[in-house]
């Protein structure tokens, strides 16, 4: 690492080869797929009214999905259908990352293009058509010599905007698996780390700007037939996508994926997994961000390798089980289910409890008299309350809701990271805390007692592939970290990560916490 910079810019710089080549991947892909769906479309609609104007609307209807819900749409989708091609033909294929993210974006790219080709096609003076049909012109020919040189400002303006769009989109692709400049995004909201938002959103910002203007050279020398413009635009357009995608394609072919919740507990873990896999010589590389279930299905079919669970997520959501157990009865039943269903390895239990909780600032909780949930039951309707994106939609929360009867004034969503600052602000009452998380008692908050014992218990599981299961060398290398990390330990490193600084990277942290680890006694290991 070089001497003075920041270990946050450092890392950021050493990432942007693997998130810029993600990025552009997928972005040319799925550009190119939408324009040779968008101008054949649109040059057979010049002519044909009522295919013109379906033909817009389904554009303009696809444009008013929200692109995070477009892309994520596609993932349940694309996984069904293979499942089904793997039962009919013995085939399957990757729904996960690459594919869905290029579908939904190659869908948001039309628009534009369809709009303007059929504009720019349909304003051309007929005078002009029937003069050049008058001299012998076929009507392709008319369309290659005339009318496409003609429209050829307004259809250029329309792939450029469909660029930009897509390049900006691509960042969303993240929460589905694929790599791309959103990881930046994605990972510094949640560990607070605003070098890498930064980063993320310079990087597309100029990655956009430079692909707007290849164009622009482009179609300026395509219109005035200079054709040093027509190369120079080409050039700049060829050494973005080759210098981009370079540093990719000399990477080893087959390494082992390592995945992260969205959230920074995750991240950190995911990163000590890494570090462990590489210094076993594997080489690995990692898919951030990921929903609880479609991280799972990715597991089971064999698209991720490694990533840490909770056995109360799996619990409720996967065996959809609503009583609550000892600890040892919830892992024993979980660990039997993923093997007997899905062919999925435990590699052991990582030694800490991440359960979901309930808490409020203390001293809004001791004004109130609220110790547990059934003091909040009292007063839950005057109150507001916090959740992350996934909580309200959770069995675990439902069963906390109907249990004790919780009714609140105002549910609000947002990212963990700003929830705890929010209730140390005032701004809420309440908020969905984790056991595990080193800001409940830095923000002053109190975690609610749960007397009808409603909440499952939450160990902390190391979960491989069906594949990497049998691979020995795979399981020995991850198997230090089981039982090496309890909860003491874990909230040191939450907080670690969140506070900032140079020494807050997930990196940082995974690396802090596996030194910790060998510190430890090995009869407390």
């Known amino acids: 690492m070089t001497a003075g910079i920041d270990p946050r810019i450092a890392e950021a710089l050493a990432r942007l080869p693997d998130f810029l080549g993600g990025h552009v991947s997928v972005s040319i892909t799925a550009l190119a797929l939408g324009l040779l769906i968008s101008l054949p479309l649109a040059f057979a609609s010049v002519q044909r009214p009522r295919l013109r104007r379906t033909v817009l609307a389904i554009g303009s209807v696809i444009q008013t999905v929200p692109g995070l819900a477009l892309l994520a749409l596609f993932y349940p989708l694309l996984l069904g259908l293979a499942a089904l091609s793997e039962r009919l033909f013995g085939v399957g294929f990757s729904a996960l990352g690459f594919l869905p993210s290029v579908l939904a974006l190659a869908l948001y790219s039309m628009l534009p293009v369809l709009r303007n080709t059929v504009t720019g096609l349909a304003e051309i003076d007929p005078a002009v058509k029937e003069a050049a049909l008058g001299v012998g012109m076929t009507p392709r020919q008319t369309l290659i010599m005339v009318d496409l040189p003609l429209a050829l400002p307004v259809i250029m303006a329309g792939i450029r905007t469909a660029s930009v769009w897509v390049i900006g989109m691509a960042a969303l692709s993240t929460p589905i698996g694929q790599t791309s400049l959103g990881n930046y995004i994605f990972a510094g909201l949640q560990t607070q780390n605003w070098i890498f938002v930064l980063v993320g959103c310079v990087a597309a910002a100029v990655l956009a700007l430079i692909v707007d203007q290849a164009l622009a050279l482009l179609e300026h020398g395509l219109r005035t037939r200079r054709r040093p413009s027509i190369a120079l635009?080409?050039?700049?357009?060829?050494?973005?996508?080759?210098?981009?995608?370079?540093?990719?394609?000399?990477?080893?072919?087959?390494?082992?994926?390592?995945?992260?919740?969205?959230?920074?507990?995750?991240?950190?873990?995911?990163?000590?997994?890494?570090?462990?896999?590489?210094?076993?010589?594997?080489?690995?590389?990692?898919?951030?961000?990921?929903?609880?279930?479609?991280?799972?299905?990715?597991?089971?079919?064999?698209?991720?390798?490694a990533y840490v669970e909770y056995s109360g997520t799996l619990w409720a959501n996967q065996l959809k089980r609503n009583d609550v157990r000892p600890p040892d009865e919830v892992l024993a039943t979980v660990t039997r289910w993923l093997a007997d269903q899905h062919g999925i390895g435990v590699v052991g239990k990582l030694g800490f409890e991440n359960a979901y909780a309930l808490a409020m600032p203390r001293k809004r909780a001791e004004a109130l008299g609220i110790r547990s949930l059934a003091d909040l039951a009292r007063?839950?309707?005057?109150?507001?309350?916090?959740?992350?994106?996934?909580?309200?939609?959770?069995?675990?929360?439902?069963?906390?809701?109907?249990?004790?009867?919780?009714?609140?004034?105002?549910?609000?969503?947002?990212?963990?990271?700003?929830?705890?600052?929010?209730?140390?602000?005032?701004?809420?009452?309440?908020?969905?805390?984790?056991?595990?998380?080193?800001?409940?008692?830095?923000?002053?908050?109190?975690?609610?007692?749960?007397?009808?014992?409603?909440?499952?218990?939450?160990?902390?599981?190391?979960?491989?592939?069906?594949?990497?299961?049998?691979?020995?060398?795979?399981?020995?290398?991850?198997?230090?970290?089981?039982?090496?990390?309890?909860?003491?330990?874990?909230?040191?490193?939450?907080?670690?990560?969140?506070?900032?600084?140079g020494q807050s990277s997930p990196e940082a942290v995974a690396q802090w916490l596996w030194e910790e680890m060998q510190r430890q006694p090995a009869a407390a290991r």
């Open 379 to 501: 007063h839950a309707r005057g109150l507001s309350i916090g959740g992350d994106y996934e909580f309200f939609r959770r069995p675990e929360w439902q069963a906390i809701r109907d249990a004790y009867g919780l009714a609140f004034r105002a549910e609000r969503q947002m990212q963990a990271e700003f929830m705890y600052p929010a209730a140390a602000a005032g701004e809420l009452d309440v908020v969905s805390a984790y056991t595990s998380d080193g800001r409940v008692a830095k923000f002053d908050l109190v975690v609610l007692d749960d007397p009808r014992r409603v909440i499952p218990p939450y160990d902390a599981i190391l979960l491989v592939s069906p594949k990497r299961r049998e691979d020995r060398a795979f399981v020995a290398a991850l198997q230090p970290i089981a039982g090496g990390i309890d909860v003491a330990l874990m909230r040191t490193a939450n907080l670690r990560a969140s506070a900032g600084g």
């Open 233 to 305: 635009g080409a050039l700049i357009l060829v050494t973005v996508v080759a210098g981009a995608l370079a540093p990719s394609l000399s990477q080893p072919g087959a390494r082992a994926v390592v995945a992260a919740k969205p959230f920074g507990e995750q991240y950190i873990l995911a990163a000590l997994i890494q570090q462990r896999l590489e210094a076993a010589g594997f080489s690995t590389t990692r898919r951030d961000g990921l929903g609880s279930n479609i991280i799972f299905d990715s597991l089971a079919a064999g698209e991720i390798d």
